[in-house]
């Protein structure tokens, strides 16, 4: 059986270089380097700018604040409990927050606060699932791959309100 081969390509932004990594015409990441538990380059994988076209092109609209939906093929890798809670992420709409025990709500398990910050802080497509618009139940910002001040700087460019 042949396994699917990697493809990266690397978007300049305005929180730094993105990694976006992919399969078989899916994005399956989407990193912030240096984000915790981000993928490195591996030598077996191959860059193909082209093969992103479609996420370099709505990420650069993203950032000019043009889209505010994005629309691409996602293959995110978890477990189901993760993969739901990824799905749930990507309900949020532009521009507004919730708390960890609203998501735990959204996913049908009130009590899972923190089962779900843990699946939160583990979404390997950053932005596009907008693990960002998730805050602390006090609104504050609490936790994020890469980096406090990225999340701050993400809610800020969406207009999203924050607990001062």
């Known amino acids: 059986m042949k396994t699917a081969t990697t493809a990266y390509t690397t978007l300049a ?10 399969e078989d015409g899916s ?14 380059i591996d030598v077996r994988w191959r860059r193909d700018d082209d093969r992103f076209r479609d996420a370099r092109e709505q ?19 978890g477990t189901p409990f993760q993969l739901r809670v990824w799905r749930a992420l990507a309900e949020i709409p532009y521009g507004t927050t919730v708390s960890y ?9 009130p009590n899972a606060s923190r089962a779900v910050g843990l699946a939160n802080g583990r979404n390997p497509i950053s932005i596009v699932v907008p693990c960002h618009r998730v805050i602390g139940a006090n609104g ?25």
Do not use: C
Not at 13 to 22: I, R, V
Not at 27 to 40: F, N, R, V, W
């Open 13 to 22: 932004s305005p929180l730094g270089d993105l990694l976006l990594t992919g």
């Open 59 to 77: 990420l650069t609209a993203y950032f000019a604040g043009a889209l505010h939906t994005f629309n691409l093929d996602l293959a995110p890798r």
């Open 140 to 164: 504050a910002l609490v936790g994020y791959g890469a980096g406090v001040e990225r999340k701050r700087w993400l809610l800020a460019m969406e207009g999203a309100l924050l607990a001062n």
């Open 27 to 40: 994005l399956s990441g989407l990193y912030l380097p240096p984000h915790k538990g981000a993928a490195e």
């Open 101 to 109: 025990r609203q998501l735990a709500e959204r996913v049908g398990n």
